[in-house]
């Protein structure tokens, strides 16, 4: 048999050579093969191992990786957090700031409130003081004068009367309350009476006059009849009906007439009387000027002196 070998000769051999070369041929190529495929599987283990340490590696550096980030997140986060908590307090500060500008405003005004306080003191000091110098002048005269009293007082007579007889000495005023026992007078006759005596008919002017006379009248009536008994005094109203007027010709400001009172009885009651009554803000009545009535008189107090000389 002719087998062309790949080198290019043709060599002859005999089909147990063939046989014995071909399987010498396998047993070599086998024995050959084994080796390789030894060499081969070593090789891929260390490819493997390789690749794995470059997969852990890779992993490793992945888990760091991912440690950074997650670190940096968390950084992060807190950074944020911290940010909130920052600007809260600052709102606080700011708060606590305006705060203190309002306390610092107020106390401002307060101060300029004492100080425009302490400016009215001291002016109403230097008020004083000048009053105190007025005062002073004021009290050297007032001793002045109360010097000239004195020894005008040593000059009056210790037995003087102040008061003619009968009368009396109420407040610095002399009065004279008439009585049933003295007869009674109409208006006029009553106002003539006063007159010799260089009075008048009483005026009543004030409350404390009237409450004064009303209350005398009530303590000392001599008899029943008489704690009834009306007393003319200083007021008509003759010229013109419902116009009151005392005897100096001003007009009654205000009255103490019982209720229902002035009435004008008749159209005939111009003359005014007072009564003994408790309340005496209600003590008043119109009546006939002719009628026979009690009367009150007051003058002046009389003062005689050592010297013979008076006052009047």
Sequence with gaps: MEKTQPDGFNTLICEEEFHAEERNSFRIS???????TL?????????????????????LILDVALGVHYSGLQETHLTLKDTEIL????????????????????????LDAEMNSQKETKWELEHQRKRTEDYKVLIEKVTQDLGKLRSQVTQISDGCTHCPPGWLFINLVCYYFSSNNAGLKSWQKAR?????YGGDLLVIDTKDKEKTIVNYLLNHAQNPSESRSAFWFGLRDSKEEGTWHWLDGTFLVEGYWKVG???DYHSNEDCAAVYPNENFFKAWNDLECGSRQNWICEK?????????????
């Excluded at 086998?30 to 390789?36: D, L």
């Excluded at 600007?87 to 307060?110: F, M, P, R, S, W």
């Excluded at 003539?192 to 010799?196: G, K």
């Design 39 to 59: 060499f081969t599987s070593g090789r891929r283990s260390r490819q493997a191992a390789v690749i794995l340490v470059l997969l852990a590696g890779l992993l």
């Design 30 to 36: 086998n024995q050959s093969r084994q080796p390789v």
């Design 192 to 196: 003539e009476f006063c007159q010799i």
């Design 87 to 110: 600007e809260k307090d600052l709102g606080e500060l700011h708060k606590q700031y305006e705060t203190a500008v309002e306390n610092i405003y107020a106390a401002q005004k307060q």
């Design 261 to 263: 009172q002035p009435d």
């Design 300 to 312: 002046a107090p009389t003062y005689k002196f050592l010297n013979g000389t008076s006052n009047q």
